[in-house]
């Protein structure tokens, strides 16, 4: 049975709001129901966090979200209107923790208006008694999985979360060419390096401040490969500087221990990143190797060999967008991108709210900001939110009694997408399979086999899908129909027709688990 997690945690009495100082223009578009006499006019990244500041700020505040009802802040692109929004608002809060694409980021922090509040909740949360996990990422491959990530915050350098950091590939030693690309959703390749026809700026891929990405890597001849990396940071309105630069070493189809020097690590399994540190302006293979998967760790480019084994060997596939690789046929050796599609996130999990308690802190963060902006209404917002919490108490008392009757044998949840960590951690679930990390993602054969068969041998009863992604969730209507199981609906990322608000929502995903896990019905 469900052993309930402590029913108190601590909350602080001060956050570090994240702000940014911008520019504006534009005009604001519409929203929510228009209320002219409003205090304060607050923009949002999503519906989840409006209804949020609409329960503690009441009628002070007009409250717009950018993205739309059912929409994914995963994949959503800002537009024009999006933008005259921003520049209108008094306070704008995000979720970030790299929840909403990098776009919309960069629309909000370059439009917002110069000294008033643009805060991160997920980030700032923490001082009010969040608890935060890790993204787990474990995909049980024979070779080493190798991606490329940005490390730090790089204040000294003027950096913020709309940052660009690019990594560049300045020059490759080798006896063929390298190859490192994105297999986009559909199986479209992208691709970020290639040495065949020479280095130039082109060879060039971005990524925000703290995020990492995953990517195939190909290799047409066996041999020792030594590939450079040059990486520079673009703040808003400055021209990109330097920040770091390094050489990695990969052996490929030949004994890596022939390659590596004494002391240096090879590295053949776990997950490894290629990475800048954008505080130390150090490149690194940010590695789990030594560590069994426990702990990633930094160790300088020189001091690794990065195996590419001959079980690596595959053929290049036949379509013409797949030419840059060779002739169809052809032998290349690959390090795979492992899941399908673009997928740039954090080290964190940035899907908070699905513990009430988190929610919570969500609320007394938005809470003193309102109040900081609109003293004359710190009464009404201090009245709001202890009211709106007492209602979060019932709620997390609420979830923790319907999740808590599930049997213990059958807690387990298979979902569309990775968005449902905290919900598991919090009341006392696992999440045992989901179709893809990431909405925006196509999923692989592979994938399809993996969740088919965890489905199987654990005699999961029921998957779940989001009701904003039922387009999205034909692979997991399959696997269902396939071993006889039932689907069902969680709300992860958006609101719908149905359900608009937080409470709602939180109630529907615990009577829903305990009806399709449980047996129980609503």
Request: hydrophobic share 35%.
């Amino acid at each position: 049975m469900h052993v309930p997690r402590p029913a108190t945690r601590a909350l602080a009495v001060a956050a570090v709001l994240a702000m940014t100082v911008t520019g504006c223009k534009g005009h604001a578009r519409s929203g929510a129901a228009d209320n002219p006499d409003a205090a304060l006019r607050v923009v949002t990244t999503t519906e989840i966090l409006a209804d949020l500041v609409r329960q503690v700020g009441g009628d002070r505040v007009q409250v717009d979200s950018i993205v739309p009802p059912g929409g994914d802040p995963h994949s959503y692109e800002p537009t024009p209107a999006d933008a005259d929004a921003v520049s209108q608002a008094d306070v704008t809060f995000t979720n970030h923790l790299l929840l909403e694409e990098h776009a919309l980021i960069k629309t909000i922090d370059s439009n917002a208006r110069e000294g008033t509040p643009n805060v991160s909740l997920a980030e700032a949360s923490e001082t009010y008694g969040a608890h935060v996990i890790p993204l787990v990422e474990d995909v049980g491959l024979d070779v080493i999985w190798l991606g490329l990530r940005v490390r730090g915050e790089g204040t000294e350098r003027g950096a913020s979360r709309s940052s660009d950091v690019l990594l560049s590939a300045t020059d490759v030693e080798g006896p063929g060419d390298l190859v490192a690309y994105l297999t986009e959703s559909l199986g479209r390749p992208d691709v970020y390096f290639d040495s065949a026809d020479g280095l130039t700026e082109k060879d060039t891929t971005t990524l925000p401040p703290a995020a990492h990405t995953h990517l195939n890597w190909a290799f047409t001849e066996p041999g020792v490969y030594r590939l450079t990396l040059e990486a520079r940071l673009k703040n808003a309105g400055a021209a990109a500087g330097p920040v770091g630069k390094g050489t990695f070493t990969f052996a490929v189809g030949v004994d890596p221990h022939t390659v590596a020097d004494s002391g240096d690590t090879i590295l053949d399994d776990g997950h490894t990143d290629l990475t800048v540190n954008i505080d130390s302006g150090k490149m690194s293979a940010f590695t789990d190797s030594r560590t069994d998967g426990k702990k990633q760790e930094e160790i300088p480019p020189g001091d690794v060999v990065i195996d590419v084994p001959n079980r690596a060997l595959d053929t290049v596939p036949s379509g013409s967008q797949f030419s840059f690789l060779g002739e169809p046929g052809a032998e290349v050796y690959q390090l795979p991108q492992a899941v399908l599609g673009k997928h740039v996130h954090g080290e964190i999990d940035p899907h908070l709210w699905q513990d009430v308690e988190n929610a919570k802190a969500y609320v007394q963060l938005i809470r003193d900001t309102l109040e900081k902006e609109d003293p004359d209404g710190a009464g009404e917002y201090t009245a709001d939110s202890r009211s709106y919490e007492r209602e979060l108490d019932d709620l997390d008392a609420y979830v923790t009694s319907r999740t808590g009757r599930v049997p213990s044998d059958r807690r387990q949840l298979v979902t569309t997408h990775d968005a449902f960590g905290y919900l598991a951690d919090a009341y006392g679930l696992s999440v045992a399979g989901f179709v893809v990390p990431n909405p925006a993602q196509e999923p692989s054969a592979d994938d399809v086999r993996k969740l088919s068969r965890t489905i199987r041998n654990l005699k999961i009863p029921a998957v779940f899908m989001e009701p904003n992604l039922v387009q999205r969730a034909t692979v997991l209507n399959q696997v269902a129909e396939d071993q006889h199981v039932k689907v069902c609906t969680l709300y992860g990322d958006a609101f719908d027709d149905e359900v608009r608000h937080y409470t709602d929502m939180m109630r529907h995903n615990a009577d829903e688990l305990l009806a399709c896990l449980g047996g129980e019905k609503k």
